[in-house]
């Protein structure tokens, strides 16, 4: 599950450095990033959460969200002091699925990968400093783990968000993790050593390797690059126990960069439906 962290501001010219985006409209923004706090984890809000994730102030918090319940997007939760997604926000997320054909494609291939090992298997993109979840298929593990279409992966703190750091340029993943270090979202060194690490192995393997010992879990994880620097993620990860590190890295690994190359077509097709 993704953490509980106050959000970056969306608005490019908060940037001290940056010229200001005369185009860029900041409440518009702010209101998006409200969206974006509602996830398959966290259904219901109350507006103190709400602020705290954005890092807004809890008055420009209230009229934004009031505005959202106006349009329809935000809808009070009866009996609760919580707000939740509306029908309109429901509908938008509808009408960009039903534009991705390419997934209904993609499903069956992630589903035989997770059979084939008894594994999640997890297609991603990058919104802010997460993976979103856009297909996840569950094989017949022991292990299942509460995670779903929707759900938010820190960049940093999992294969699937290493992976997407290690099909950046240089200059693009020194300034994403020089903007992390400042927020304080990186986690101690030795997981940074091991995030470096896996990113350095990448060009060579074509996936990355995580292990997890706490939840004795193990996962890789694969980018798919398209044109105009748009990228997907592919990850794979269960049980240590039916996927010790051996296995991961001599066998699974290659499968799922396989499986990478083979998705990138696909992808790349259904940029055009």
Avoid at 249 to 258: F, I
Wanted: net charge neutral; glycine share 8%.
């Amino acid at each position: 599950m993704s953490r509980a962290t106050p959000r970056a501001s969306s608005n490019p010219a908060s940037d001290d450095s940056a010229e200001p985006d005369r185009q860029f409209v900041t409440a518009l923004a702010r209101g998006l990033d409200i969206l974006r706090c509602f996830s398959a984890e966290r259904r219901m809000l109350g507006t103190t959460e709400i602020a705290h994730l954005t890092g807004l102030a809890q008055p420009t918090v209230w009229r934004l969200c009031h505005t959202l319940q106006k349009t329809g997007f935000l809808d009070a939760v009866p009996g609760k002091d919580k707000l939740q997604l509306g029908i309109a926000a429901v509908a938008l997320g509808g009408a960009a699925l039903a534009g991705q054909e390419a997934l209904d494609v993609i499903r069956p291939l992630l589903q035989a990968l997770a059979d084939r090992y008894q594994v999640a298997v997890a297609l991603g993109r990058r919104d802010g400093d997460s993976i979103v979840y856009l297909l996840r298929c569950q094989g017949n593990s022991p292990l299942l783990m509460n995670l779903r279409v929707g759900s938010r992966i820190p960049l940093f703190h999992s294969a699937i968000g290493w992976a997407y750091l290690a099909c950046c340029s240089q200059e693009e993943r020194d300034a994403l993790l020089e903007d992390a270090r400042a927020a304080g979202k990186l986690a101690d060194k030795a997981d940074q050593h091991a995030m470096a690490d896996a990113i350095a192995a990448y060009p060579e393997r074509g996936f990355v390797y995580h292990e997890r010992p706490a939840f004795q879990i193990n996962t890789v994880a694969a980018a798919i690059e398209l044109p105009a620097d748009e990228r997907y993620v592919v990850s794979c990860g269960g049980p240590a126990s039916l996927l010790p590190r051996p296995l991961m890295l001599d066998e699974v690994g290659p499968t799922l960069r396989q499986l990478a190359s083979e998705l990138q077509p696909i992808l790349l097709m259904g940029r055009h439906v």
